[in-house]
């Protein structure tokens, strides 16, 4: 007998910098983590696989599982995305292991890269000096987690950016954040997406604002509604939210998103989505 299953976790969804406050509340405040648990069991032993997409200042709020097996993927180096890693708790638990992967950027592997932000005299630790065990992965097109399967893409983004695909006993979710559409990239991500159960896209800016945003390196919803209807994705939802936009404008928003497509959405604190 075996089984399967698998849920995704929003842990952070602003964009940018972290912000707070009763304006707030709803969407969120806390910077880019989303924790995708994959859950197997076969001949009556479970396996739990935690991957956490991104390391914002969200990931602090992460409740990691006492038997989980634990990965973390970096989109990219920037401050928003990996804030939160030296507070994510299972870094101070003594010989835990935790797989770190990160695409080169700027002449610098996975672990170069963190530890230029994680040291002296930025920061006192270097991430390898704290109780657990991590262990840097530097990125590859194609590779496994346990039993999940994962495929990347790099986006539009100044420095890059990384796109992944997590495959896992059918199901497919897609993490598209800081993606800056052109016409090739539209196309790129189109053929990756199709027929994923969930994609998670970069929704920052509104139409409006976009034309005095571009190159800032990410997209629109309207533009993810697009994607996802010709790929033929189940459901998305919308994240990286601009510190601007606070959560009763969101709701007008997204009134408007859902008329579109009842299956999509904007991402909020700690919401789950089961797949």
Same mark, same amino acid.
Request: include cysteine; charged fraction near 25%; hydrophobic fraction near 35%.
């Given at each position: 007998?075996?089984?399967?299953?698998?849920?995704?976790?929003?842990?952070?969804?602003?964009?940018?910098?972290? *912000?707070?406050?009763?304006?707030?509340? @709803? =969407?969120?405040?806390?910077?880019?983590? +989303?924790?995708? %648990?994959? +859950?197997?069991?076969?001949?009556?032993?479970?396996?739990?696989?935690? *991957?956490?997409?991104?390391?914002?200042?969200? #990931?602090?709020?992460?409740?990691?599982?006492?038997?989980?097996?634990?990965?973390?993927? +970096?989109?990219?180096?920037?401050?928003?995305?990996?804030?939160?890693?030296?507070?994510?708790?299972?870094?101070? &638990?003594?010989?835990?292991? @935790?797989?770190? =992967?990160?695409?080169?950027?700027?002449?610098?592997? %996975? !672990?170069?890269? +963190?530890?230029?932000?994680?040291?002296?005299?930025?920061?006192?630790?270097?991430?390898?000096? $704290?109780?657990?065990?991590?262990?840097?992965?530097?990125?590859?097109?194609?590779?496994?987690?346990?039993?999940?399967? #994962?495929?990347? @893409?790099?986006?539009?983004?100044?420095?890059?950016?990384? %796109?992944?695909?997590?495959?896992?006993?059918?199901?497919?979710?897609?993490?598209?954040?800081?993606?800056?559409?052109?016409?090739?990239?539209?196309?790129?991500?189109?053929?990756?997406?199709?027929? /994923?159960?969930?994609?998670? $896209?970069?929704? &920052?800016?509104?139409? !409006?604002?976009?034309?005095? /945003?571009?190159?800032?390196?990410?997209?629109?919803?309207?533009?993810?509604?697009?994607?996802?209807?010709?790929?033929?994705?189940?459901? *998305?939802?919308?994240?990286?939210?601009?510190?601007?936009?606070?959560?009763? $404008?969101? !709701?007008?928003?997204?009134?408007?998103?859902?008329?579109?497509?009842?299956?999509?959405?904007?991402?909020?604190?700690?919401?789950? #989505?089961?797949?």
């Amino acid at each position: 007998m075996s089984r399967s299953g698998l849920s995704v976790k929003v842990l952070g969804c602003r964009g940018s910098v972290p *912000i707070e406050g009763e304006d707030y509340k @709803i =969407y969120g405040g806390a910077t880019s983590s +989303i924790c995708m %648990t994959a +859950i197997s069991e076969e001949n009556g032993r479970e396996t739990v696989e935690e *991957i956490y997409l991104d390391a914002g200042s969200g #990931i602090v709020s992460a409740e990691p599982g006492q038997d989980s097996n634990i990965s973390i993927l +970096i989109s990219h180096m920037h401050l928003d995305h990996l804030m939160g890693l030296t507070f994510f708790p299972a870094l101070s &638990q003594k010989g835990r292991k @935790i797989d770190i =992967y990160a695409a080169a950027r700027n002449g610098l592997n %996975t !672990q170069e890269g +963190i530890d230029r932000l994680f040291s002296p005299p930025f920061w006192p630790l270097k991430v390898t000096d $704290y109780p657990s065990n991590a262990v840097y992965h530097d990125l590859e097109e194609k590779f496994s987690i346990g039993k999940v399967n #994962i495929e990347t @893409i790099e986006v539009n983004h100044p420095g890059g950016s990384t %796109t992944y695909k997590l495959e896992f006993a059918g199901k497919t979710v897609v993490y598209a954040v800081d993606f800056e559409h052109n016409d090739e990239k539209i196309r790129e991500l189109t053929e990756f997406a199709r027929n /994923c159960d969930l994609m998670i $896209y970069d929704g &920052q800016y509104s139409e !409006q604002e976009y034309p005095g /945003c571009y190159g800032f390196g990410h997209s629109i919803p309207e533009l993810g509604l697009d994607i996802a209807k010709a790929a033929g994705v189940k459901e *998305i939802i919308f994240t990286h939210h601009s510190p601007s936009h606070n959560d009763a $404008y969101m !709701q007008k928003w997204e009134e408007k998103i859902k008329n579109i497509n009842p299956k999509a959405g904007f991402a909020k604190a700690g919401m789950v #989505i089961e797949i």
